[in-house]
């Protein structure tokens, strides 16, 4: 299905970001991977403006086009306690500056049919404590697809992913971690993958602008104290 087509993801040495790259490589694409990690691609860091045009140029000069970008790379999660201002700004530029700028820096190297898929999380729309940082980039990154989809309408589509929780190491979990979810288990990488080539794929071709939150449906289920068997326990 994607034979002869490129692909970049960002964060693609590990856990989702490796399994879209996988995932992608078996349906016969070139994958490019940029990521602090060792990989077989770049290394770099992609905070640095520097090394986001760096990476871009090298994959211009081995491709000359992009088909696909998967802005997936990790940000820092701190929360109000204990992360500082330059942390902070350090997730932003991550989780939502970088995926800006790669897209500024492909978008006229878009081969017909591009398509552009964002990962955020479910927690772009509900929170634990003390994870600001990681929160308000998902958050910027949800709503800059939007707004992505918005200018390059008719060139490139643009959607994003929420996972929920997504168990990078493929643990099957049993009793309450998966009951409690009325899909009835825990997420796995490939979740994401498999929604990732379809955004990408002809059978896409009228969805842009969209978020889609792939979470075993946690977010969309009420839970009040000694409802439905659900208790909160609170420290005395």
């Not at 940082?133 to 994003?160: C, D, E, F, P």
């Not at 009325?182 to 979740?191: E, S």
Request: proline share 4%; charged share 15%; net charge negative.
């Amino acid at each position: 299905m994607f034979q002869n087509k490129v692909a970049v993801v960002t964060g693609g040495a590990k856990g989702i970001g490796r399994a879209i790259v996988q995932a992608f490589e078996k349906e016969g694409a070139a994958v490019c991977v940029i990521d602090l990690l060792p990989n077989g691609y770049y290394v770099g860091d992609l905070a640095d403006q520097a090394v986001l045009e760096d990476f871009a140029q090298k994959v211009l000069r081995d491709y000359g086009h992009v088909d696909y970008l998967v802005n997936n790379a990790l940000p820092l999660m701190k929360g109000l306690d204990t992360c500082s201002y330059a942390e902070f700004d350090y997730a932003l530029r991550v989780g939502v500056a970088a995926p800006f700028y790669l897209t500024k820096l492909f978008a006229p190297h878009f081969a017909p049919g591009g398509a552009i898929v964002n990962i955020s999380s479910s927690r772009d729309r509900m929170s634990q404590p003390q994870t600001e940082s990681y929160t308000a980039a998902k958050g910027g990154i949800a709503a800059l697809t939007h707004a992505l989809a918005v200018s390059l309408a008719g060139r490139v589509r643009v959607n994003s992913i929420s996972p929920g929780w997504i168990d990078t190491a493929y643990t099957v979990y049993e009793g309450p971690d998966a009951v409690q979810q009325p899909a009835g288990r825990v997420g796995n990488p490939m979740d994401i993958a498999h929604m990732v080539l379809y955004l990408c794929s002809d059978k896409a071709g009228f969805i842009t602008g969209e978020n889609i939150c792939i979470d075993g449906g946690m977010t969309r289920q009420m839970i009040y104290h000694n409802d439905f068997g659900w208790t909160l326990t609170c420290d005395a």
